[in-house]
């Protein structure tokens, strides 16, 4: 284990290589460059290969190759980048063909502009592509986070044969932080699906299309189950439940500047606590809605016009009126004073 | 009784779902065959595409993996970049290659890619009930160009052999038919050479082969037959366009 300083972007794509990711395929776009650029100069010390495709959506399409063949492999982009990968995420999951996508989301919509922005959370969490699937998402709000959630991308994805994305934006790929490395310590699972030539075996076949009757439906019901199954992977960091009268929830590099919101309100005696979904998907509804038999009031906090939102809503069910929102579209980031500024006003209309 | 005729090893007995006259059966058939010439059974990974040739699966005997429309040879990319000891092979139609896939196919050839690309040409969209493909022959009707493809609107058809073996990245490049047996006979050779560039490590193999769609043609199989020879042909030429004679 060492110490190294770092950007998150980097730390993903050192995750990536301790995890045991050999194959990067991808396209540049700002933000999220130094993840192809850290993987083309390391990945070949390691046996690995590094191609820079023709585009986003031949980069898809060969991490789907490659995973195919069981080898674990990476593909990142950021926001424009991904909208060219859903088609082949949406075969990936059809197929259940497993890989890791990074999205180190930008503003939009179209092209935008490189400035963070949380406007992906639908595409992520609603699937993104075409047809009923879901892929697991995880959010990093910190360059360690990111560095240890990308090796559990990895693992996530080979359990549930299923593609997992890591949904950080510009904030988190480009800030600079101490991150502490560790070895790998899973093991990748005996792969029986795999294509690897039909020597000595029945062959195999890797697809999505259902034709005859009832057979897509069953499919269908089957991922259905595996997206249930899911829910075992419900990770989430609360602060200060106790006593809050208010949880505020924000997800992401936007949650650290939230966090010092929510300390700069507790110096002042509001009676505030903290929900950070760590997993996008599946969202932790349970949880939220235990808290609110306890907590009446909530309020999200998101670099958007309100998404994420939606969810915390849908968790508190009949309580959903008291749900307040601050959003901040792309452009520019909210400093502390300013997010503690607008949960303070929360505060005051709904308890003190 | 010597046998001198047999169906390959790696081609399933099943009946083919093809329309009669359809020239994908025969070659799914010379595919199969080079399979087995090449012993390649056990360590074959083909790539399916989509359309009419999706269902590559039910026929040859071989680990298969399907890709979205267009995207077969960056999906090769990745499995041949995976497993460079297996060999790893498309089969596209003109729809899936020459239109949706048109980046993925230059670019997986440019690059060098050690796999074998099959290319059936019918100058037509098949499954997806006969529009016209960028393939389509001037003045030819198709249910997208019902008063026949005008260059003036729809540009000219596109020679995807030539194309591509105009490319650095390729090693072998050719055009074939199957209208004939003479052009079988010559087709299966191409076949042959595309697939020794991949077991012998040299590169890019490609071969496009002309077909017969009388289904969207609208044509009895003798008719369509005689539309490749007479129609076809002269405007995609027969032959090797790089690595080789003519």
Redesign the interface.
Known sequence: METLFVKGNEAIAMGAIEAGCRFYFGYPITPQNDIPEYMSKHLPAVGGTFIQAESEIASINMLLGASATGARAMTSSSSPGISLKQEGISYLCGSQIPGVIVNMSRSGPGLGGISPSQGDYFQATRGGGHGDYRTIVLAPSSVQEAYDLTMRAFDLADKYRNPVLILGDALLGQIKEPLKTRPYRGTPPEKDWILTGASGRPRRILKSLYLSEGELTDHNWFLYRKYQQMKREIRFETQNLDDAKLLVVAFGSLARIVKSAVGMAREKGMLIGLLRPITLYPFPYAALEKISRKIRNFMAVELSTGQMVEDVKLAVGHKKNQVDFYGRPPGSIPSPDEIFHEIAKVYKKRIA | MEQVFSRPQSLIDVPFHFCPGCHHGIIHRLTAECIDRYAL?????A??SVGCS?FL?DYL????????HG?AA??????????PD??VFTYQGDGDLAAIGT??I??AAN?GDRITVIFVNNTVFGMTGGQMAPTTMPGQETTTTPFGRDPAVNGFPIRMAELLGGLTGTTFVARGAVDTPKNLVKTRKYMQRAFEVQTTGEGFGFVEILSACPTNWKMSPERANKRVKEEMIPYFPLGIFKGGDA
């Open positions: 059974q056990e360590t074959s990974i790539v399916a999706v699966y005997d071989v680990d298969v993996l399907e890709a979205p995207r960056a999906v090769a990319t990745g499995v041949k970049r995976a497993r297996r060999f980046a993925e230059i670019h690059r």
